[in-house]
């Protein structure tokens, strides 16, 4: 009993078969009602007849043939599993079938193809990476634009694992944003800062790190009348503050615990700061008077 509408329509893909055997009454299958189908007649059938069709009678003689013999359909034929070998990203698999990863399955339990097997799982995790990136940026409202282009060639597994990555990027974006620290509004007068303060940075949806050497842009921000921009240096554990245009550094930050904790300096002036929202191209704009402030107690 089938409970799985995909399954269904995946046995209902059709595959080359050649009967091996005069079959009566079957001259339907090839638009002769009246006639019996020959030996030798090849016909493209649902992979559901097909493989009941391929049956051998158990209690026939050994040597008596199967009606039918099945052939690999065209969706995994050996020009598709090159393409695949050479670049698995490269190949619109719905353009083969819909069901691309289902009917290969099958054949691997119809036909001893491991060399098959070897390619649908390379396929399939390489492809898998590709599939969570797009989730990730596709907008909070659903797919659109190139993510939509990307999804025209994705087969129905690959959709529904779209569909399940594309709904927990949402899912976890809104638990953080109820349990993101609180925000505390400081209007600092320069010099003056407590040093003594575990600044935590917020770390951006993208997995981007606020020390993370891929980041070459700078932080900006504005502090009172002053310009500030935040420079990461060293072997990215460290974050020095200066003014912009200017020579004068206010402080270094520097990453504990893995980059859970900042312990910050205090030359006398600006320090840490944690930044909001999710770094953009070209540079990332911050308020250098909101900042996210972990009590030493709880850090």
């Not at 001893?112 to 390619?119: H, N, P």
């Not at 505390?184 to 020390?211: E, K, N, R, S």
Request: charged share 25%; aromatic share 8%; glycine share 10%.
């Amino acid at each position: 009993m089938y409970y799985d509408i995909d399954a269904i329509l995946m046995d209902a893909e059709k595959v080359p078969c050649k009967f091996e055997i005069d079959l009566a009454d079957l001259g339907y299958l090839d638009n002769s009602p009246s006639h019996a189908l020959k030996a030798g007649s090849q016909l493209q059938l649902p992979l559901w007849l097909a493989e009941m069709l391929a049956l051998k009678d158990q209690s026939a003689p050994e040597d008596t043939k199967s009606p039918v013999t099945l052939n690999l359909p065209s969706t995994v034929s050996g020009q598709v599993v090159s393409a695949l070998k050479a670049d698995p990203r490269a190949v619109p698999l719905r353009d083969q079938s819909a069901h691309f990863y289902g009917v290969g399955i099958r054949m691997l339990e119809l036909f001893d193809e491991r060399d098959l097997g070897t390619v649908l799982r390379k396929t399939y995790v390489t492809r898998a990476a590709d599939i969570a990136l797009h989730a990730r940026k596709a907008g909070d409202d659903g797919v659109g634009g190139s993510s939509g282009e990307f999804l025209r060639g994705l087969d129905e597994w690959e959709r529904s694992l779209f569909r399940k990555a594309h709904e927990g990027t949402k899912a976890s974006k809104e638990w953080t944003s109820r349990h993101t620290p609180t925000k505390i509004t400081m209007y600092i007068q320069l010099p003056t800062l407590v040093a003594a303060l575990h600044i935590i940075p917020i770390v951006p949806a993208a997995g981007f790190h606020l020390f993370d050497r891929r980041m070459t842009w700078n932080y900006e921000g504005q502090c009172g009348s002053r310009s500030l921009t935040l420079y990461p240096v060293s072997n990215g554990n460290k974050l020095e503050v200066w003014e912009s245009g200017g020579s004068k550094m206010y402080g270094k930050c520097y990453r504990q615990d893995g980059g859970k904790k900042l312990t910050c300096d205090d030359n006398g002036g600006l320090a840490c700061r944690g930044i909001e929202g999710e770094p953009k191209q070209g540079s990332c704009k911050i308020s250098v008077t909101d900042v996210w402030v972990c009590p030493v107690s709880l850090c």
